[in-house]
């Protein structure tokens, strides 16, 4: 089976500009979460979705937006970017609402602002 | 304060040596303890999820969580250098807290 499957791989932005990363859950998982991890440290959670509907919220800045689809995948939007917004964006699928759900991570989108 | 603590490292072994990594908490109401791997510009991998106080163990791997005094520990035996790696705690209650990571490199 394939695991979580995160596009694009890496990307490169300019301040100020927007961009939008995508996940694709584990078949059969209807709950995903998004993290930031900055080099040199964990993961942050940034948002979790379940059947569409936002059931958490992390500690960032109103420019971080979310939304989950019909089939599950999810799309994660930042705008405004900011030099601070270079990171690794994680997405991790679980088969339930809860966020202390096992969590399967994707590969990760390497986000570089200039 | 961070809500889940752990050293950097990075810490460098021999192969087959028993390693042993280990996490502080502060947050009494978290109930699910992880173990994540995260090799270099990959994601995480689950490797150990426990939810009570004691070991769990799991292969060459055994996760150890002590509530009463918060700390969480990885214990891994007979090291091999395919376990060079960055290894991350995590405590949840509703929010998944992750620690910095330490930095495993197992030598040959």
């Known amino acids: 089976d394939a695991g979580v499957t995160q596009s694009p791989t890496h990307l490169i932005k300019t301040r100020g500009q927007h961009v939008t990363l995508r996940c694709s859950p584990i078949s059969g998982h209807k709950s995903v979460s998004w993290y930031q991890q900055v080099l040199g440290q964990g993961p942050q959670f940034i948002f979790q979705?379940?059947?569409?509907?936002?059931?958490g919220r992390g500690n960032f800045p109103d420019r971080f937006s979310a939304r989950q689809f019909p089939n599950y995948s999810s799309e994660l939007n930042v705008n405004a970017l900011l030099l601070g917004d270079s990171a690794l964006y994680l997405c991790?699928?679980?088969?339930?609402?809860?966020?202390?759900?096992?969590?399967?991570f994707g590969p990760g989108t390497r986000l570089t602002v200039l | 304060q961070k809500e889940v603590e752990q050293d950097p490292g990075p810490l460098s072994v021999p192969e087959g040596a028993i390693v042993s990594l280990n996490c502080t908490y502060s947050?009494?109401?978290?109930?699910?303890f992880m173990w994540y791997r995260q090799y270099s510009r990959k994601g995480p991998e689950l490797l150990m999820y426990?939810?009570?106080?004691g070991n769990k163990e799991d292969g060459r791997f055994t996760a150890q969580v002590d509530k009463s005094s918060k700390y969480i520990s990885l214990f891994i035996r007979d090291s091999q250098p395919s376990d060079s790696a960055t290894y991350l705690c995590a405590s949840s209650y509703n929010d998944m807290r992750f620690g910095a990571g330490t930095r495993l490199t197992v030598k040959p």
């Open positions: 979705y379940y059947e569409k509907e936002e059931r």
């Open positions: 991790a699928s679980s088969s339930r609402t809860g966020r202390t759900d096992t969590q399967y």
């Open positions: 947050n009494s109401a978290f109930q699910y």
């Open positions: 426990t939810y009570s106080s």
